[in-house]
C-alpha cells in the first residue's frame, strides 16, 4: 500500500525542540510537493509548512515562521521538519502529505492525495 509514514513527534516542554521526518513506504517523495499539516482537538486541519519538490521554495503559516523550518533530502526520499521554540499552542497530530499542485496550493489541504497517519506532538509543562 503507497502511504507516508511520519516520526520524530512526542511530548516537549514549552521551548524545546522536535524533529518530524516523512519519508515514503514504497513511494517516492521525489518531484512532488510535500506539506506538513497539523490537528489539535476539535479543530480543523491546518497547514503549517510545506516545500517544493526541488527545494527550493518554502512556505510556512504566519503562527510557525521563524521557528519552524522544513527541509527535503531527495537522496533520501525524506522530508524534515524542525520544530524549534514551541509552543502549548503547536499541539496536535501533525501529518505529511505529498501533491502536485501550484504553490499557491501548497498549504491547503485538498490539493494532496496521499497522506501519513500521523505522529503526535505535546507542547506541555
Known amino acids: 500500500q503507497i502511504q507516508l509514514v511520519e516520526s520524530g513527534g512526542g511530548l516537549v516542554q514549552p521551548g524545546g525542540s522536535l524533529r518530524l521526518s516523512c519519508a515514503g513506504s514504497?513511494?517516492?517523495?521525489?518531484?512532488?510537493?510535500i506539506g506538513w499539516f497539523r490537528q489539535a482537538p476539535g479543530k480543523e486541519r491546518e497547514g503549517v509548512s510545506c516545500?517544493?519538490?526541488?527545494?527550493?521554495?518554502?512556505y510556512y503559516i504566519d503562527s510557525v515562521q521563524g521557528r519552524f523550518t522544513i527541509s527535503r533530502d531527495n537522496a533520501k526520499n525524506i522530508v524534515t521538519l524542525q520544530m524549534n521554540s514551541l509552543k502549548p499552542e503547536d499541539t496536535g497530530v501533525y501529518y505529511c502529505a505529498r501533491s502536485f499542485a501550484s504553490d499557491y496550493m501548497c498549504l491547503r489541504a485538498s490539493a494532496y492525495d496521499v497522506w501519513g497517519q500521523g505522529t503526535q506532538v505535546t507542547v506541555s509543562s
Open positions: 514504497e513511494l517516492t517523495l521525489n518531484y512532488y510537493k
Open positions: 516545500i517544493s519538490g526541488d527545494g527550493l521554495r518554502t
